[in-house]
């Protein structure tokens, strides 16, 4: 993970003996701010109430309890307050929800840190750090800030928090400052970043980026600030909801003037408007898609995939097209030794002996973790003295004694070692042009000799006079599961084209690996593309596999022809030359283990273990969210027709009120939790599904529309005609209002079984919980008579049944198709 440091910045930090004296601190720390990583909302009752009173429902039931206590109907007015408790309630969980996800975000984080202030070491408060800082930290310490390692001893660092990946990261001091005036891309080795753990070794940290500006805070923050973000489903619904608000305030008045007309006085007519409002002002639909869209957040993130922004949550699941890098997405990211050429044509100990006695476990070098994996031992002798390898240097060379001989080993660049042996022009010309071939083919190659030492050495490094021992040849493996997450988006008709700057056979071998084009998957080079795709006015880029020695603008302009045939695109990166991919793409996915911070700061996904998997996992996680807040939209609409329009279509044909406030909140208590819970958590697809294709999308379908007419329709029609006849000649309105309520609370629990197809434990629960809260307060006497109800009989009770029966059934028509197969 590099970043760019802002060397104008550094100018004045002192010494990295004294570090910042009090008064610098102080000074930096008005600029600065504290070193706040993630804000902890305040969690004291006062918070509570504000969020509760941006509740209809609380005002709804205070005004309707202080209109029965006007009227002297007491009992009513306390019931009404009452169920003021569930409310607060609920949003005291979610309340106390929002804290723990904060505290489980916070406690990656370094409460203390050892700092150095004055030229002596004092332990202060994490949030008083300052950039300029000096930290001292040692095992299982975390890093309490981002910045440089200006010393690094033996230094391995757990980054999983930050990357997913769970082996250790070595790091090494930067050696020398830069100069200011400009910034400088630090390779992530030298950086220290908040969130993540020493393992092993000390370090000493000069605090750069504190607060908002550390990586960990700017991830999380993003990914927290996005799920609030409008999208343009929620700027759609909030338009239907609108129109839905002006229809029912309209309806309201109306009927409110209907029932002073008819006689039945002011307050039965506010009373009559208030309950119809509620019961008509669809406010479920944003709160359902702004729950739905936050829990799309969690669920990619447990995919490993970080959302930046909304948008991505409703958009993913429409992908139809991926463009991925190779190395470290559909490779592991990682060496393994592919390839023993010894010198010796007579076997491999030589080469194997060099090294080993090369090789140190401790270096945690990714090069020297292949070779000891490879050869399955130790150099077998006593490290006497280690060169470890240098970028200048270009090689690495050991003495170890073995009995009474010493034994030095040197491996590393080819030219290098080749260089310090006894051959030829000729033989090392040779082996030159080995090198060249596997290295074309997409291997990193290293070249191993030895010799032994005689009593005469001093313990310098011995850099002359070796016996080439041969080449060692790695590659980067596969990821195993790459090949099953190509299958997946090749039946479900989404297009992967693998983008990889590899020579073109190196690519050719992994897409064959993978399935990736079958048998003869079709290669481009990156020099071709722009041409092919103009000769085919775009056409070609629906039948490339991969896309070889591929530069980013290269990237960009199959990222543009993809889109230009109806696609939409996903696309991958990791570097600052990515961006302009980035950007371009419908989804970009940054990677989070070695993804840059230009490339995360424009990307909408931050793809935290780099693996391919997770991204189709991420576009399967993302099509059972669309449709799972499909179901819950539906279900909305097919319960609110008939409580709307009973509500309004009573009253209005003369006869008494068929809700009454606290029926309204009973059927609210209900409807509320339905939507949110009931399809939340619903299964996933056992496979994907082919995608919708173009760039727009209808959110319901004419099938889906006409399966909520007709289950709404048939619900109406069901809860009038056992009102009517349960009303009777005798006018008995509370047995008539116990009819209708127990008819639509049947129909809602119908709706949500049908619906849900009882999938998820919250769907089973919610539907067994409506059923059992409606024959409570309908049949137990007392109960029923706080509410105003008189209870059932078997033949209504079995009436009222069959209606939500048959109501669930006609809900059936409006399952999206693409949630038919469940695991």
Known sequence: MNRLLPTGRLGGLGDDERGLTAEEAASRRGRHGPNIIIETPPHDWRTLIADTLKDPMLWFLLVASGLFAFVGELTE???????????????????????????GLSRQLATQARVIRDGRAVTLPATELVPGDLVELGPGEAFPADGVLVRAEGLQVDESALTGEAYPVRKQALSGWPSDGHELPVEGGHLGLAGTRVLTGTARLRVVWTGAETLYGEIVRSALSGSRERTPLQQAVAGLVTILIVAALVICVALAAVRLAQGHGLVDAILSAVTLAVAAIPEEFPVVLTFFLGVGVYRLARRQALVRRAVVVENIGRVTAICSDKTGTITEGRLILAHILPADPAGEASIRRA??????????????????????????GERVQSFPFTEDRKRETGVVREGGRLLAAVKGAPEVVLGQCAIDA?????????????????????????????GAWAGGEPDRGFAFAGLLAFEDPVRPEASTAVRTCQDARIQVVMVTG????????????????????????????????????????REIDVVARATPAQKL????????????????????NDVPALQAADIGIAMGGRGTQSAREVAAIVLLDDNFRSIVSAIAEGRQLFTNL????????????????????????????????????????IIHPTALLAFQDLPGNHRLAPPHRGRRVRFFG??????????????????????????????????????????????????????????????????????????????????????????????????????????????????????????
Request: aromatic share 4%.
């Open 502 to 541: 590899d020579h073109p056979a190196t690519a050719r071998a992994v897409a064959r690996e993978i399935g990736l084009g079958g048998d003869a998957p079709v290669v481009i080079v990156g020099d071709e593309l722009e041409q092919r795709i103009r000769a085919t006015q775009g056409a070609i880029a």
């Open 702 to 823: 004419a099938r889906q529309w006409l399966a909520i007419a007709l289950a709404g329709g048939m619900t109406t029609g069901l809860v009038l005609l056992n009102y009517l006849y349960s009303l009777g000649g005798g006018n008995n309105v509370e047995h008539a209002r116990a009819m209708a309520l127990m008819t639509l609370g049947a129909a809602s629990a119908g709706f949500a079984a049908t619906l849900s197809r009882l999938r998820g434990r919250s769907a089973r629960t919610i539907v067994a919980a409506t059923l059992g809260l409606s024959l409570l307060l309908v049949q137990v006497p007392s109960m029923a008579d706080l509410l105003h109800l008189k209870p059932l009989h078997w033949d209504d009770l079995l009436m009222a049944s069959g209606s939500g029966i048959l109501a669930a059934l006609l809900a059936a028509l409006g399952w999206p198709r693409s949630a038919g197969r469940s695991d």
């Open 557 to 576: 302009t199959l990222v543009r022809a993809l889109q230009g045939q109806g696609e939409i695109v996903a696309v991958t990166g990791d570097g600052v």
């Open 426 to 454: 000729a033989e090392a010309g040779t082996w030159l042009a080995r090198v060249a071939e596997l290295a074309g083919s997409g291997h990193k190659v290293i070249a191993c000799a030895s010799r032994e030492l005689d």
């Open 77 to 103: 007015s306390v019931i009404l307050l009452l169920a003021l408790i569930p409310i607060f309630g609920m949003d005291a969980f979610l309340h106390r929800r929002t804290q723990a996800s904060v505290a």
């Open 630 to 669: 499909q179901l819950s939209f539906l279900y909305l609409l097919m319960v609110h027709i008939p409580l709307v329009v009973t509500a309004a279509l009573v009253p209005l044909l003369g006869y008494p009120l068929l809700y009454l406030p606290i029926h309204i909140v009973w059927l609210e208590l």
């Open 355 to 380: 090294a080993l006695a090369a090789s140190r476990a401790e270096s945690g070098d990714p090069m020297d973790r292949a070779i000891l994996e490879a050869f399955g031992a130790s150099a077998g």
